[in-house]
């Protein structure tokens, strides 16, 4: 059961100054900031191994201005990628938050590269929907799980320590909000009590969820969900029986491209590079470069709740550069076909309509008339034999909405004033990403993660050694 609980009489065994919960790429990162600004810390994670919602993405951090970028000659700042943000959300996010966020990104990736070895790229070759420079950054793989294990690397060269299968059901507080530990589940039914000076949240939002998702996102309730399903509103529940403030829980990741029944990721690069998505009558229903989140409910709305993403061997060896592609190919999900003929009948699609649909799109690459759903096709070749097709379905990804946290990650009361000694980031925090579905710029989860884990840790660290 998941409770705040009174403080007086509880005795902690152990006791460390800096205790993160959750091990995934907010925690991690936590951990590395307060280690490095020179406070111990201890990271508890419930599941056997760190992997969390970071572990299901394609690891993409976005970051302006870093020497990275520096080094492929692209120009970007944090104004530039404030205006992204921004736009994208339609100027529903906190504007300081936001420009704290984007400040802080090109140092956190530079500092995650350069002194910790966490091996990071910078993606080239395609822009996700929103982003007007190339600003992602990941590992070679586009793996997620590639990530948290760079991450976690560089935890233990730090010497940080943290302890798997630790389920937090439990923190312990004074009246005034201070925390003072938490009680942890092991797998055998034991429990231990381990207190702390600093408590960072880091365990997600709340996507794992059905109540929750009821209740804050009920356009999605019964939608699939591509996401941890340890990620069930511990960090939720926690702050607003402490009173903390929560915001825009509404707002929420989707993707309008998971291969079914697989249940794997397939990139939105192939969208975005010139491929497009049909219903099951064989026509586009949507714009597909508003962006993968709002592709999730334009998804689930066409007949059967599926679509189909065509595209061709180019795009197809684009594909290739991402693990969960190649997972795609080999799990048998990827449909290909020498003739557009062949391929309909493969995907039992009408062939007359995808023919009309893919000469549609062919005269508009070549400028000849005007999307009817503000598409612009123009710049990115036509698709070309042999083509490829995947099917695939819509999913509620990450909660983006979450406890109300200021630029130095404090978690927030009610009010508006810091809580005494809590800190959060990630999911478990207020993005930016503002009030719905549609407001998600691509890495966002990743881009709260990262850069308010190292916030947090920072702070967490400053406290304790400021004597609380």
């Not at 990115?380 to 083509?387: G, R, Y």
Request: hydrophobic share 45%; net charge negative.
């Amino acid at each position: 059961m998941t409770r705040v609980l009174p403080s007086a009489g509880i005795e902690f065994p152990l006791s460390v100054p800096v205790l993160v919960i959750g091990a995934g790429a907010c925690g991690l990162t936590a951990a590395l900031a307060a280690r490095d600004a020179g406070a111990d810390v201890l990271v508890l994670e419930r599941d056997p191994s760190p992997s969390g919602s970071t572990a299901m993405s394609s690891g993409m951090i976005p970051a302006a201005g870093t020497a990275l970028q520096a080094a492929r000659g692209v120009e970007d700042t944090p104004e530039i990628m404030v205006a992204d943000v921004q736009a994208k959300a339609h100027g529903e996010n906190d504007p300081a938050m936001v420009a704290a966020i984007c400040a802080a990104s090109g140092p956190t990736v530079d500092w995650l590269v350069q002194k910790h070895h966490v091996p990071l790229t910078l993606v080239e070759g395609f822009l996700y929907p929103g982003h007007s420079k190339a600003r992602m950054h990941a590992p070679v793989s586009r793996s997620g799980a590639d990530l948290v294990a760079g991450l976690l690397a560089a935890a233990n060269a730090a010497g940080i320590d943290i302890v798997c299968d630790a389920t937090v059901t439990t923190l312990y507080a004074d009246p005034d909000g201070r925390l003072r530990g938490v009680l942890l589940n092991r797998p055998d039914g034991s429990v231990e009590q381990i207190g702390c000076e600093a408590l960072v949240l880091a365990c997600s939002g709340f996507g794992g969820n059905a109540d929750l998702v009821s209740r804050y996102i009920p356009e999605l309730t019964g939608a699939q969900y591509y996401g941890h399903t340890g990620n069930r509103g511990d960090a939720l529940v926690w702050g607003e029986a402490l009173g903390a403030g929560v915001k825009n829980l509404g707002a929420y990741q989707g993707h309008g491209s998971v291969a079914m029944p697989h249940a794997i990721l397939i990139t939105w690069a192939l969208m975005m590079e010139g491929g497009f998505q049909v219903n099951a009558e064989g026509r586009r229903f949507s714009c597909e470069h508003d962006g993968y989140s709002e592709q999730a409910m334009r998804v689930i709305a066409q007949p059967d709740g599926v679509a189909w993403n065509i595209y061709d061997e180019r795009l197809h060896r684009l594909g290739l550069d991402f693990e969960d592609y190649r997972e795609a190919v080999n799990g048998g999900a990827v449909k290909s076909a020498d003739s557009l003929q062949a391929l309909a009948a493969v995907c039992g699609l009408p062939v007359d309509v995808l023919a009309e649909t893919l000469a549609e799109a062919t005269a508009l690459a070549a400028g000849q008339g005007e999307d009817r759903f503000g598409r612009d096709f123009t710049g990115k070749q036509a698709l070309k034999a042999p083509f490829y097709a995947v099917k695939v379905t819509g999913a509620l990804f990450h909660t983006q909405g979450g406890l109300t946290v200021d630029t130095q990650a404090r978690v927030l009361r009610q009010d508006g004033k810091p809580m005494p000694n809590l800190f959060a980031g990630g999911g478990a925090a207020c993005g930016i990403s503002g009030r719905g579905r549609d407001g998600y710029l691509s890495g966002n989860g990743l881009l709260a993660a990262t850069v308010l884990g190292a916030k947090a840790g920072r702070s967490a660290a400053a406290l304790v050694q400021q004597g609380g």
